[in-house]
């Protein structure tokens, strides 16, 4: 039999139904989809490659997909060090995001879509709200499926200054459009790029601490409407429950599954603050959260409740929450912050395990985005990524599954196939003039700094 791509002899985790790994084994690939996967020397004598690529001495593993980011973030990297969650949004992105103009932006989307695909990231779900304007938020869309990535620009929705957000002290300037502007500017978003797009459009109410009612239930409406899923921030700060049950009477939580609006469409980012009774209602409902380890710790913000939420029936995936929060968008980072979390937190060292980190990255992952990727076997799309395992910091070689989680990095990615198409090998992003893009966004970076007023943040050193 004939096929594009095969990928030979490498130790293929499959994240498969029976979680299989094939050590060595083989991965054959036809246009878009995957072909056959098993032991090398059964795939390689049953397939003729177009292009084969030896994969010994390498995993072979799912791509992954990033629950969580905001790529146009990239431009504010390694800025807003010492400030927790509110502090941060008020004194430092919300001012940054004013600032951001929709040349940055396609800019800074571009950049983290570059950095994605080099760590092994083929779907990215990009809660973008900074402009917001349709051209702007599809002009990111185009930017991040010019680059290879596949996943959804989530809308970012706002809405009138409620009593809560004035409360909580957000800018006037994030005030741009009614409840029924974002409604019908999503709208329009979501037309031209509808279902099934390779980067698709969701609505996204920003928050749901601080936004209308209304402006929530219109993007859970849109959702419905076009087959879509939505999303939102939901309970990152310890304050965020508290506002909402102050100014409505119920937790947010709470409130989502008695409107009827927590379901399968739903994916909430963060989730931290949660009672018992807000975990019951998500895991009933089946309904998605992005666990974002590396952006709680940074901002002290928490530890999501991990094992209660996936057996209550969660769907839960990891995410970076982009390269300002998180700094790098590496799911090798997050997975091994997952596990330091959830042991720190319960003092359990089997709270879990490398075997679960990979899956959230991977077979959840793509369960949360609905992409129908995230694992290795026949017919499935053809996500994955090839990872080093012979550096210094992976050898000696014992578990692969291991190896990945604890001791691998992004940078030990080597090659990243999207949709059936090689984005990333070499070192280099295929799609993309990367030593260009490299240039315009530190000038960028530079210039929406002083615009900002952030000169004072980029002090060498800071006592």
Not at 255 to 281: F, K, P, S
Request: charged share 25%; with cysteine; aromatic share 6%.
């Amino acid at each position: 039999m004939e096929c594009d791509l095969l990928l030979s002899g490498g130790r293929v985790v499959t994240v498969d139904g029976r979680r299989s790994v094939y050590e060595p084994g083989s991965v054959a690939i036809t246009g878009n989809r995957i072909a056959a996967v098993g032991p090398a020397a059964e795939t390689d004598a049953a397939w003729q490659a177009a292009r084969t690529v030896d994969c010994r001495g390498r995993a072979v593993v799912p791509g992954f997909t990033d629950g969580h980011s905001h790529l146009f973030q990239s431009l504010a990297r390694g800025l807003g060090e010492g400030l927790s969650i509110w502090p941060w949004l008020c004194e430092f992105m919300w001012p940054y995001s004013i600032a951001v103009t929709p040349d940055d932006a396609r800019v800074a989307a571009t950049l983290g879509a570059v950095e994605a695909l080099r760590s092994g990231i083929t779907t990215v779900i990009d809660n973008h709200y900074a402009p917001t304007d349709p051209e702007t938020v599809l002009a990111v869309a185009a930017a991040v499926e010019s680059a290879g990535l596949r996943g959804a620009v989530a809308r970012g929705m706002i809405g009138h200054r409620t009593p809560v957000a004035l409360a909580r002290g957000l800018p006037p300037a994030l005030f741009r459009y009614s409840v029924a502007e974002e409604l019908e500017l999503t709208r329009e978003c979501m037309r031209r790029r509808p279902p099934g797009s390779t980067v698709e459009i969701w609505p996204a109410p920003l928050n749901l601490s601080y936004v209308d009612q209304d402006l929530v239930r219109g993007a859970a409406a849109l959702a419905a409407e076009f087959g879509t899923r939505w999303h939102t921030h939901c309970s990152e700060g310890a304050k965020d429950p508290e506002s909402y049950l102050e100014a409505y009477g119920i937790r947010p939580v709470e409130w989502l599954a008695a409107e009827g609006l927590l379901d399968e469409r739903t994916t909430l980012a963060h989730a931290v603050w949660l009672d018992d009774a807000e975990i019951r209602r998500i895991g009933e409902r089946r309904a998605g959260v992005a666990h974002n380890p590396v952006s709680n710790a940074y901002l002290a913000s928490g530890v999501m409740r991990l094992r209660e939420l996936r057996e209550a029936g969660a769907v839960v995936a990891l995410g970076t929450d982009g390269p300002s929060a998180g700094h790098r968008q590496d799911m090798f980072e997050v997975m091994k912050q997952t596990l330091f979390g959830q042991r720190q937190h319960t003092l359990d060292p089997a709270a879990a395990r490398c075997e679960e980190a990979l899956e959230l990255a991977t077979r959840e992952g793509a369960r949360y985005a609905g992409t129908g990727a995230g694992i290795l076997t026949a017919g499935a799309p053809a996500d994955l990524a090839v990872v080093a395992l012979d550096r210094p910091h992976q050898v000696p070689l014992h578990r692969t599954v291991s190896a990945l989680v604890y001791a691998s990095r992004g940078s030990d990615v080597e090659l990243t196939v999207v949709d059936g198409r090689v984005v990333f090998e070499d070192g280099r992003c295929v799609l993309v003039d990367e030593e260009a893009l490299l240039a315009e966004a530190q000038e960028r970076s530079e210039q929406l700094v002083s615009r900002a007023g952030f000169g004072g943040l980029t002090r060498p050193w800071n006592h």
